[in-house]
Protein backbone atom coordinates (compact mmCIF):
# COMPACT_ATOMS: atom_id res chain seq x y z
CA UNK A 1 0.00 0.00 0.00
CA UNK A 2 1.52 3.30 -0.74
CA UNK A 3 1.98 5.95 1.68
CA UNK A 4 2.90 8.48 -0.33
CA UNK A 5 1.17 9.34 -3.52
CA UNK A 6 1.17 11.68 -6.31
CA UNK A 7 -1.53 10.92 -8.86
CA UNK A 8 -0.35 13.05 -11.38
CA UNK A 9 2.12 11.41 -13.28
CA UNK A 10 3.04 14.37 -15.78
CA UNK A 11 1.65 17.80 -15.70
CA UNK A 12 2.47 20.32 -18.63
CA UNK A 13 2.48 24.26 -17.63
CA UNK A 14 3.81 27.37 -19.78
CA UNK A 15 6.63 29.68 -19.10
CA UNK A 16 5.83 31.98 -16.45
CA UNK A 17 2.95 30.63 -15.11
CA UNK A 18 2.67 28.73 -11.80
CA UNK A 19 3.45 24.90 -11.48
CA UNK A 20 1.31 23.60 -8.78
CA UNK A 21 2.56 19.99 -8.02
CA UNK A 22 0.40 17.28 -5.44
CA UNK A 23 0.96 14.83 -3.17
CA UNK A 24 -1.02 13.29 -0.61
CA UNK A 25 0.05 10.69 2.17
CA UNK A 26 -1.46 7.97 4.50
CA UNK A 27 0.87 7.77 7.51
CA UNK A 28 -0.31 10.19 9.82
CA UNK A 29 3.02 9.65 11.61
CA UNK A 30 5.04 11.36 9.14
CA UNK A 31 6.40 14.57 10.85
CA UNK A 32 8.80 15.83 8.00
CA UNK A 33 8.20 16.36 4.09
CA UNK A 34 10.45 16.87 1.41
CA UNK A 35 10.39 17.92 -2.24
CA UNK A 36 13.10 16.43 -4.58
CA UNK A 37 13.76 17.26 -8.34
CA UNK A 38 15.20 14.53 -10.27
CA UNK A 39 17.14 14.74 -14.10
CA UNK A 40 17.65 12.07 -15.73
CA UNK A 41 20.65 9.96 -14.84
CA UNK A 42 21.17 11.89 -11.97
CA UNK A 43 19.91 11.27 -8.02
CA UNK A 44 17.60 13.37 -6.86
CA UNK A 45 18.25 17.29 -5.78
CA UNK A 46 16.74 18.48 -2.48
CA UNK A 47 14.79 21.51 -3.22
CA UNK A 48 12.36 22.46 -0.21
CA UNK A 49 11.43 20.48 2.95
CA UNK A 50 8.47 21.19 5.64
CA UNK A 51 7.95 20.15 9.01
CA UNK A 52 4.49 18.98 10.16
CA UNK A 53 3.96 21.56 12.91
CA UNK A 54 4.48 24.20 10.06
CA UNK A 55 2.11 24.37 7.06
CA UNK A 56 3.77 27.00 4.90
CA UNK A 57 7.35 27.53 3.86
CA UNK A 58 8.86 29.63 1.23
CA UNK A 59 12.33 29.75 -0.30
CA UNK A 60 12.57 32.18 -3.63
CA UNK A 61 10.33 30.69 -6.35
CA UNK A 62 9.47 27.93 -4.49
CA UNK A 63 6.94 27.54 -2.17
CA UNK A 64 5.67 24.25 -0.39
CA UNK A 65 2.36 24.11 1.63
CA UNK A 66 1.10 21.18 4.14
CA UNK A 67 -2.34 20.48 5.08
CA UNK A 68 -2.18 18.29 7.86
CA UNK A 69 -6.41 17.23 8.40
CA UNK A 70 -6.33 16.79 4.65
CA UNK A 71 -3.15 14.80 4.08
CA UNK A 72 -1.84 16.52 1.49
CA UNK A 73 0.89 18.54 0.53
CA UNK A 74 1.36 20.95 -2.77
CA UNK A 75 4.31 22.48 -4.29
CA UNK A 76 4.03 25.67 -6.37
CA UNK A 77 7.04 27.17 -8.53
CA UNK A 78 5.96 30.46 -9.92
CA UNK A 79 7.39 31.41 -12.19
CA UNK A 80 8.03 28.37 -14.09
CA UNK A 81 10.92 28.26 -16.16
CA UNK A 82 12.17 25.99 -18.65
CA UNK A 83 15.12 24.68 -16.50
CA UNK A 84 12.09 23.38 -14.15
CA UNK A 85 11.21 20.25 -16.73
CA UNK A 86 12.18 17.29 -14.66
CA UNK A 87 10.53 14.78 -12.53
CA UNK A 88 9.31 15.80 -8.87
CA UNK A 89 9.14 13.51 -6.26
CA UNK A 90 7.19 14.23 -2.92
CA UNK A 91 9.00 12.55 0.11
CA UNK A 92 7.88 11.81 3.64
CA UNK A 93 9.54 10.83 6.73
CA UNK A 94 8.68 9.58 10.55
CA UNK A 95 11.41 10.66 13.02
CA UNK A 96 14.54 9.46 12.07
CA UNK A 97 13.27 6.80 9.47
CA UNK A 98 14.30 6.79 5.86
CA UNK A 99 12.41 8.64 3.53
CA UNK A 100 9.00 7.00 1.91
CA UNK A 101 8.36 8.34 -1.72
CA UNK A 102 5.93 8.77 -4.37
CA UNK A 103 6.16 7.98 -7.76
CA UNK A 104 6.93 11.01 -9.05
CA UNK A 105 5.42 13.72 -11.28
CA UNK A 106 6.99 15.05 -14.50
CA UNK A 107 6.75 18.47 -15.44
CA UNK A 108 7.21 20.25 -18.97
CA UNK A 109 7.84 23.86 -19.34
CA UNK A 110 6.19 25.08 -22.31
CA UNK A 111 8.31 27.95 -24.06
CA UNK B 1 32.73 20.68 -1.76
CA UNK B 2 32.30 17.37 -3.13
CA UNK B 3 28.76 15.90 -3.36
CA UNK B 4 27.13 12.13 -2.56
CA UNK B 5 29.24 9.91 -4.64
CA UNK B 6 28.59 6.06 -6.08
CA UNK B 7 31.18 4.05 -7.81
CA UNK B 8 30.78 2.23 -10.62
CA UNK B 9 28.15 4.21 -11.94
CA UNK B 10 27.20 1.09 -13.96
CA UNK B 11 27.04 -2.31 -13.00
CA UNK B 12 26.34 -5.32 -15.59
CA UNK B 13 26.88 -8.92 -13.83
CA UNK B 14 25.72 -12.60 -14.29
CA UNK B 15 22.41 -14.17 -12.20
CA UNK B 16 24.13 -15.65 -9.52
CA UNK B 17 27.08 -13.10 -9.04
CA UNK B 18 28.25 -11.44 -6.19
CA UNK B 19 28.18 -7.39 -6.86
CA UNK B 20 29.56 -4.77 -4.33
CA UNK B 21 28.16 -1.28 -4.62
CA UNK B 22 30.39 1.78 -2.78
CA UNK B 23 29.31 5.08 -1.98
CA UNK B 24 31.25 7.87 -0.36
CA UNK B 25 29.28 10.79 1.93
CA UNK B 26 29.47 14.46 1.92
CA UNK B 27 32.92 14.75 4.26
CA UNK B 28 31.83 14.90 7.95
CA UNK B 29 27.45 13.69 7.19
CA UNK B 30 26.87 11.02 10.26
CA UNK B 31 23.62 9.54 8.49
CA UNK B 32 24.27 7.36 5.19
CA UNK B 33 21.38 5.79 3.40
CA UNK B 34 20.62 2.72 0.74
CA UNK B 35 17.79 3.61 -1.50
CA UNK B 36 16.70 1.66 -4.88
CA UNK B 37 14.63 3.05 -7.62
CA UNK B 38 12.85 0.72 -10.11
CA UNK B 39 11.79 2.09 -13.66
CA UNK B 40 8.41 4.41 -13.02
CA UNK B 41 9.11 3.98 -9.17
CA UNK B 42 10.21 6.41 -6.41
CA UNK B 43 13.02 5.58 -4.59
CA UNK B 44 12.66 2.33 -1.47
CA UNK B 45 14.29 2.60 1.41
CA UNK B 46 16.97 -0.28 2.23
CA UNK B 47 18.97 0.78 4.96
CA UNK B 48 20.41 3.53 7.23
CA UNK B 49 23.50 4.37 9.47
CA UNK B 50 24.09 6.19 11.50
CA UNK B 51 28.22 6.45 12.51
CA UNK B 52 29.25 2.41 11.73
CA UNK B 53 26.04 1.09 12.56
CA UNK B 54 22.85 0.25 10.62
CA UNK B 55 20.26 1.72 12.58
CA UNK B 56 17.26 0.70 10.40
CA UNK B 57 17.84 -2.16 7.84
CA UNK B 58 14.10 -2.89 7.62
CA UNK B 59 14.47 -2.00 3.79
CA UNK B 60 16.50 -4.75 2.84
CA UNK B 61 14.47 -7.14 0.79
CA UNK B 62 15.88 -10.40 1.83
CA UNK B 63 19.33 -11.90 3.51
CA UNK B 64 21.17 -11.69 -0.20
CA UNK B 65 21.57 -7.99 0.75
CA UNK B 66 23.88 -6.32 3.63
CA UNK B 67 25.46 -3.51 3.76
CA UNK B 68 28.45 -2.18 5.99
CA UNK B 69 29.83 0.87 7.21
CA UNK B 70 33.01 -0.23 8.80
CA UNK B 71 35.27 3.26 9.58
CA UNK B 72 31.81 5.70 9.54
CA UNK B 73 32.57 7.06 6.19
CA UNK B 74 32.15 5.41 2.95
CA UNK B 75 29.66 2.32 2.81
CA UNK B 76 29.45 -0.85 0.69
CA UNK B 77 26.46 -2.64 -0.27
CA UNK B 78 26.76 -6.33 -1.39
CA UNK B 79 24.38 -8.54 -3.23
CA UNK B 80 24.85 -11.93 -2.83
CA UNK B 81 23.88 -14.72 -5.56
CA UNK B 82 22.16 -11.64 -8.02
CA UNK B 83 18.73 -12.20 -9.37
CA UNK B 84 17.38 -10.52 -12.66
CA UNK B 85 14.97 -8.99 -10.10
CA UNK B 86 17.62 -7.34 -8.40
CA UNK B 87 18.52 -4.69 -11.44
CA UNK B 88 17.65 -1.09 -10.56
CA UNK B 89 19.35 1.99 -9.60
CA UNK B 90 20.92 2.09 -6.32
CA UNK B 91 20.71 5.68 -4.67
CA UNK B 92 23.39 6.59 -1.72
CA UNK B 93 22.27 9.48 0.38
CA UNK B 94 24.15 11.14 3.43
CA UNK B 95 22.96 13.90 5.64
CA UNK B 96 24.38 15.74 8.23
CA UNK B 97 22.45 14.11 11.23
CA UNK B 98 19.65 11.88 10.93
CA UNK B 99 16.73 14.44 11.10
CA UNK B 100 17.75 16.02 7.82
CA UNK B 101 17.80 16.86 4.38
CA UNK B 102 19.33 13.54 2.93
CA UNK B 103 21.68 14.62 0.02
CA UNK B 104 22.28 12.18 -3.39
CA UNK B 105 24.39 10.66 -5.33
CA UNK B 106 24.02 9.74 -8.57
CA UNK B 107 23.60 6.50 -8.05
CA UNK B 108 24.76 3.15 -9.67
CA UNK B 109 22.52 1.25 -12.39
CA UNK B 110 22.94 -2.13 -11.72
CA UNK B 111 22.19 -4.60 -14.45
CA UNK B 112 21.56 -8.53 -13.73
CA UNK B 113 21.23 -10.75 -17.40
Known amino acids: DQQVKQNSPSLSVQEGRISILNCDYTNSMFDYFLWYKKYPAEGPTFLISISSIKDKNEDGRFTVFLNKSAKHLSLHIVPSQPGDSAVYFCAARRGADGLTFGKGTHLIIQP | GAGVSQTPSNKVTEKGKYVELRCDPISGHTALYWYRQSLGQGPEFLIY????????DSGLPNDRFFAVRPEGSVSTLKIQRTERGDSAVYLC???????????FGPGTRLTVT
Open chain 2, 49 to 56: FQGTGAAD
Open chain 2, 93 to 103: ASSPMTGREQY
